[in-house]
């Protein structure tokens, strides 16, 4: 006989009952990110209940319980709680304020306070910053990670009181900018007034350009009871702004270096008593050091291959985190390379609409293919991604090579 539990009390054990049927878990947003952690929370035998305005979400078509509405949408979000005994998010632009209102009622995580320091560039580099000091004095030797140097402009003094030292430098709005958007390069103070002009003379973070060499991600879940486990560190490439190609396995990184982010993204997650996957991303520079750029409460797009290539991925983590259940720390069996697949793929290069070369691609050995079953195909737009995996970085890159080939993609 399935255990009965309350339905807010923790942990949700896969299997149990609440009023006669399985527990249900809720999530904002329904996008790619929330279809996977449906389906990972399904694996586990819970239900899922999504929240989204899109009638035709990729989440929303695979849960078992849809509500289309507003994520501000009051009424709706009491239909969420009644239905879910736990509830997440998939994206960090969701309301902080709509966690708020769920927390009443429901354990929430992450909480709406981490989810609004994320949505907020200068929140967020204050508390990276105060990381790093800590950091400085504790005995682990690592030292801290800390953000390229920056300054917040908020108002036209703030904007003539930037040092000459930031310049050139990047301009991006504190609130709603991702893949690229909402950001600016700038070398002089004409540019920088004109950038900030054209942005609506919203609040902004300038940081200055730095020489880099790559750029690295770390994915992390942490646990009510303080428990953390991470991932391997990943190795990432974007281009236009947009994530490209994640490469992980052994070698693909310094160790030192790794360890250094993976103890600085710890340290993120703890001093903010963060529940749930939080993803912080990291620059490398050329002199070799480690600088913090962003973070995400939220599964991230880096961590997508741990689906085929470790024993427990980062959306296993998720419902493990939401749910109360145990952290088992990942184990990564298969060296991988993830292809982010956007919709560019599914267009020739005269622009007519073709269907990307999809048997070819899986003949290839190690190929896992993943589509969002998303509707329309626009440039820019993810669609989906493809993982390869192999018994070694040499074979893997290899094949993820002849996959790039086949599918038209830059060579990397």
Known sequence: MPETTHATSLPLLPGSLIDGRPVVLGVLGGGQLGRMFVHAAQALGYETVVLDPDASSPAGRVSQHFVQADYRDLSALRLLAD????????????????LATLAVNRPVSPS??????AQDRIREKAHFTHCAARAEQAPSGLGGVAPAPYAVIQTADDLA?????????????????YDGKGQARVATRDELAAAWHDMGGVPCVLEQLLPL??????IVARGRDGQVVSLPVQRNLHRDGILAVTEVYEGNLPPALAQQAQTATESIANELNYVGVLCV????????????NEMAPRPHNSGHYTVDACDVSQFELQVRTLAGLPLAAPRQ????????????LWYTAGGQPRTPPWADVLALPGAHLHLYGKTEARRGRKMGHLTLTGPSAAAVRATA???AELLGMPAF
């Open 213 to 218: 060499a790559l750029e690295c991600s770390v």
């Open 112 to 117: 709406a306070e981490c989810v609004a320091i």
């Open 281 to 292: 991303e990291y620059f490398v520079l050329q002199d070799g050091r480690l600088v913090v």
């Open 83 to 98: 239905d879910a005994s736990a509830i997440t998010t998939e994206f960090e632009n969701v309301p902080a304020e709509a």
């Open 333 to 344: 069996h298969s060296a991988a390379i993830m292809l982010n697949l956007l919709g560019d």
């Open 401 to 403: 090579l002849r996959a």
């Open 161 to 177: 009181a930037v040092p000459d030292a930031l310049l050139p430098g990047i301009l991006k709005t504190a609130r709603m900018g």
